[in-house]
């Protein structure tokens, strides 16, 4: 199986790739002349060319052309078809098998990694046309090479309409993560396009534009034609220039290398890091990132035991494991949403949205409303990340409980939720967590509420099943096995066997305790199905549909009710007991296989928190989803009894358009059936019967058969659950489970190195762990090939390290 591409970068060859702003603006001229000085300066150096995909007939081919102006020069062209014409139709019209993207950009890695000898080098990659025209695919040469990542020249149209069309090729470029560093045209002393462009891109971006004079127009005899460019070639002003553009070429290849080097050592000196003991991390163990795209980080290759030679690739493709976080849905890089954030850059810039309002905030918040399918949310309040988000969403319940129970503004209000729940590190959503890790040691911090303990799912040996912690015996008994895991999902049929009795008893115990102690709270906090930064604890999910049963028909449980000062009509859907809050921050759209998880419990909640996979991963945004009836309880003629909470950056334009795009083409990637591949491999168990088709909707893209093998892995591995897009294998660990624990070390460093026997593999899983649980979490466009990749380097490094 292939590896996944790397970007092109050795430290003993330059990579370069031309594009044009148009057809015919002088691409291969301009490569014969770079590839024809290079290899007169640099003698002793191999010279390279390469063009992926050429139309036309092959004896005008350009490979052709440098063959004949730049002897020495090896060319290569990957795909030629003989057809003039958009490389898309010539390649239907060929009747030639079509070549995918990862295709056609593996074989040109391949042909640069050939290019990458001891000796220094210079590979030149020509692409066809213009910046947008379609390769083989259809998809357009600007978005098939971003995964290359090489460094890029752009040969200017010197004609007519040129200005524009040089420009709005560069911004497509730019906008892409591509590093041009050069403009190249011609000069014609009609337009003089190359005057204006050399202030233009001067002023603008401090790139040089490199004019020149241009070649002799074509006679109709191919020998007076070849003498002519002969001459052209061997201009002093030509040679010069060129010299010139390779000199800075060089020194642009040296400067990159220098700053990757450096890098790490730079941040350990000078950046505090998140979530990181950093007297416990040096330069070595820092990862420096070159780019991203899709599901991968192009990161800086570890030397192997013999140093680094200078043919050895500088950069490798390592997994985005976490993915970053937890907010990659679309890929790294992704032009859709790019172009999404660079439309409402140039539209709006940033807009105070108090009393105000704008189309992309307006249509994010209908498409959010409608995509929840809840008929208690009405309202959506934005704010920045999910933990400010939380905070916006326990100041809304715990006003809506105090003002419902006649509670006093000085009473002392705590929230419920479940042990090791984590809504975020500010200092109001620290407080809503029982005491741990990320907390018991803040200054200010003050555990306001009680936290239930609950069962939780794993598969253990092959089996799932429901289990329970010493403590919880006594209440629910040992644990119990399913025949799969959507059996453990059909609620209705467990609550018809009356398994969630046990839960009532507990729950409604709890709570009278909490009562008779004089606690009040102001809502119900939960992490629906998945806590994830708690441990990645996979909750019963009859156990959360049960809580919040039992505290909605608990009124009396709480406190009791006063008259409604505004006199108002109950409003429909209006929240009982106390308001319900779903933290979906990271288990919310399709991380979990479905757009709201909510959908799992079958109960709906009264405020819902959404961000992580909401832009997609590019730029922050949370969404703070409400009901009618709280909204209605901040409603008052005087201005303090409004939610007074707010960010500079409330519902910035560039985040609400992003969002919008990500979260249509998630909807649109469900509609189009892109996740089949997963749907499809069985999930439900092998004796279930055609009733049980519907319970599809539970699955994967973690096959079942690799998830029970990893449960079989019983010396090292407690359990595994898998679930739409995440993976977490829990480790087996003497010293006991948590966030302290160092199990899932190992394990983390194995997928670090990746397949290659201890000396850095070609790619890798860049991992994090919490305390004895790894997890894996794919995107949404993770492909069945990744996968199936991934699950082979797991399952070897956790039979690597019994």
């Known amino acids: 199986m292939e590896s996944p591409l790397a970007s092109l970068l050795w430290r003993s060859l330059r990579v370069y790739q031309i594009f044009g702003a148009n057809t015919d603006v002088g691409k291969t001229v301009f490569t014969t002349l770079l590839t024809r000085t290079a290899k007169k300066l640099w003698k002793d150096e191999k010279v ?118 040089t420009i709005s090729a560069f911004e497509s470029l730019r906008i892409r993560g591509y590093d041009v560093e050069s403009v190249l045209l011609f000069k014609d002393e009609t337009y003089e396009n190359y005057q204006y462009l050399e202030d233009y891109f001067q002023k603008n971006y401090g790139i040089p534009v490199i004019s020149l004079s241009q070649p002799p127009g074509r006679h109709g005899n191919p020998e007076r034609d ?100 937890w907010t990659q849905g679309l890929g790294h890089s992704n032009p859709k949403l790019t172009l999404a954030a660079a439309y409402a850059a140039g539209r709006y810039g940033h807009v105070m949205f108090a009393s105000a309002v704008h189309q992309p905030a307006m249509s994010l918040a209908e498409t959010l409303l409608n995509g929840m399918k809840n008929p208690r949310i009405n309202r959506i309040f934005y704010s920045d990340n999910g933990s400010t988000g939380m905070e916006v969403a326990i100041k809304m319940g715990l006003r809506a409980a105090r003002k419902r129970y006649g509670w006093d503004t000085n009473q002392r209000l705590g929230v419920l939720g479940l042990k090791g729940a984590y809504h975020g590190d500010t200092l109001g959503a620290m407080d809503c967590a029982d005491p741990g890790i990320y907390n018991e040691k803040i200054e200010w911090y003050e555990g306001r509420g009680y936290w239930l303990d609950y069962p939780t799912i794993l598969c253990k040996s092959g089996e799932w099943g429901v289990a329970v912690t010493d403590n919880l015996k006594s209440s629910f008994g040992e644990g119990r096995n399913y025949p799969s895991l959507n059996d453990i999902f059909d609620i209705k049929a467990r609550e018809a066997r009356g398994e969630q009795k046990r839960y009532e008893e507990y729950i409604t115990s709890a709570l009278q305790s909490c009562k008779d102690q004089g606690r009040k709270f102001g809502a119900l906090m939960l992490e629906p199905i998945i806590l994830g930064a708690g441990g990645m604890e996979f909750v019963d999910p009859l156990f959360q549909r049960t809580l919040v049963n039992v505290v909605r028909k608990s009124s009396h449980l709480f406190g009791t009710a006063v008259q409604d000062a505004s006199g108002a009509a109950k409003v429909p859907n209006e929240w009982t007991g106390l308001p319900v809050v779903f933290d979906e921050v990271f288990t919310g759209l399709y991380r979990l296989g479905r757009f709201t998880p909510s959908s799992f419990l079958g ?50 334009p560039i985040g609400c358009q992003v969002a919008l795009e990500s979260v249509k083409e998630m909807q649109a990637m469900e509609e189009r059936g892109e996740w089949n591949w997963a749907k499809h491999r069985g999930w439900v168990a092998p004796e279930a019967t055609s009733q049980d088709e519907h319970k599809s909707d539970v699955w994967s893209i ?66 994090r762990v919490l305390g004895n649980v790894l997890y894996v979490m794919a995107s949404q466009v993770t492909s069945e090939t990744s996968i199936k990749q991934l699950s082979g380097l797991l399952m070897e490094s956790i039979e690597k390290g019994k």
Request: hydrophobic share 35%; proline share 6%.
């Open 603 to 652: 109960v709906h909640p009264d405020i819902s928190v959404h961000a992580k996979l909401l832009t997609g991963g590019l730029v922050p945004l949370c969404a703070t989803l409400a009901s009618e009836s709280i909204f209605k309880v901040f409603l008052s003629p005087d201005k303090t009894d409004a939610l007074l909470h707010g960010h500079s950056y409330t519902a910035h």
């Open 702 to 767: 973690w096959p079942h058969e690799f998830v029970k093998a990893l449960s079989r892995q019983t010396d090292r591995v407690l359990g595994v659950w898998a679930l739409g897009s995440v993976l977490a294998i829990h480790l087996k660990d003497i010293a006991g489970s948590g966030y302290s624990s160092n199990a899932a070390a190992g394990l983390r460093e194995s997928l670090d190195l990746g397949r290659a026997n201890g000396e850095g593999g070609p790619w890798n899983v860049h991992s």
């Open 48 to 165: 390279a060319f390469l063009k992926p995909v050429s139309t036309g007939a092959e004896d005008e081919a350009d490979d052709r052309h440098i063959n004949r102006f730049a002897p020495g020069v090896a060319c290569n062209t990957l795909y030629q078809y003989d057809i003039p014409c958009s490389p898309h139709t010539a390649a239907i019209a060929s009747g030639r098998p079509i070549p995918t993207d990862d295709t056609l950009l593996a074989k040109c890695r391949d042909y640069a990694a050939q290019c990458a000898t001891k000796e220094k080098g210079w590979l030149f990659i020509e692409t066809a046309g213009g910046v947008h025209s379609p390769g083989p695919s259809g998809r357009t040469q600007a978005d098939l090479y971003i995964p290359l990542r090489a460094p890029s020249l752009l040969v200017g149209d010197h004609r007519l309409g040129g200005i524009s069309q």
């Open 226 to 325: 070849a003498e002519a460019m002969e001459r052209y070639y061997d201009r002093k002003d030509c040679g010069e220039i060129m010299c010139q553009v390779l000199e800075t070429l060089d020194k642009v290849h040296q400067t990159r290398l220098s700053s990757l080097d450096s890098m790490a050592t730079k941040a350990s000196q000078h950046i505090w890091y998140p979530f990181t003991q950093q007297s416990l991390v040096g330069p070595k163990d820092i990862m420096t990132i070159d780019s991203a795209h899709g599901d991968y980080f192009q990161t800086i290759a570890p030397p192997n035991q013999d140093g680094q030679p200078t043919n050895a690739p500088v950069l490798r493709s390592s997994f985005d494991a976490s993915a970053s976080w």
